[in-house]
Structure formats: C-alpha cells, structure tokens
C-alpha cells in the first residue's frame, strides 16, 4: 500500500522560510519522478515543482522560481521542498504526489500559512 506522508509546514512571516518532507512507502522510490502540488483556498490544485528519478532533473512553475528548491534523497525514500522568500501567495496546502503509471497517488496534505 503506497504511503505519503508530508510534515513540515506551519504558520510563517514573509520572507521566511520553511522546508517540507515527504516520506514514501509502498513503492519503488527511487524508480519514479515526485512532484510537490499545492492548493490554495477556492483555487485549483497547481504543480509547484518536480524531479526526475535520479535527481538530476528539476521543474519549477514560474511564481516559485528562484526561492523554492525541491530535492530528494533516494536512500531514505524522501522528498524535500526547501521554501525561501516566502509570499502570503504561497499560503496552501502542500501535497506530494507521485504517477506511477495510471495510478496517481497523493499525500494528505500539510498547511503552508504565511502571513504577518
């Protein structure tokens, strides 16, 4: 049974910063691309950044370029979302999420709020 279990988020100033986790289980972990999404209230779910099996590889949306960094260490079946400059616009609900095939999986989501 895939597991996807997100920690870290919180509540936090502008310009601050925070770093995500996200631990898999149930699969091969290192074999698949992971993605960071969030969802913000009354908005659809967006794609914040992505990488590659290997980790070499990395796609970022625009509005998170330059401060957010995603990373992943393969031996401990984790991802990270590492969140610098943080903007009250990046308050959501960060999910983890991998494709394995046409089986998608999510995790249960961990709250980002930013605000003064």
């Known amino acids: 049974q895939v597991q996807l279990v997100e920690s870290g988020g919180g509540l936090v100033q502008p310009g601050g910063s925070l770093r995500l986790s996200c631990v898999a289980s149930g699969f091969i972990f290192s074999s698949y691309a992971m993605s960071w999404y969030r969802q913000a209230a009354g908005k659809e779910r967006e794609l914040v950044a992505r990488?590659?099996?290997?980790?070499?590889?990395?796609t970022y949306a625009d509005s998170v370029k330059g401060r957010f960094t995603i990373s992943r260490d393969n031996a401990k079946n984790a991802m990270f979302l590492q969140m610098n400059s943080l903007k009250p616009e990046d308050t959501a609900v960060y999910y983890c999420?991998?494709?394995?095939?046409?089986?998608?999986?999510w995790g249960q989501g961990t709250q980002v709020t930013v605000s003064s």
């Open positions: 999420f991998v494709a394995r095939g046409w089986v998608n999986d």
């Open positions: 990488i590659a099996p290997s980790g070499t590889i990395t």
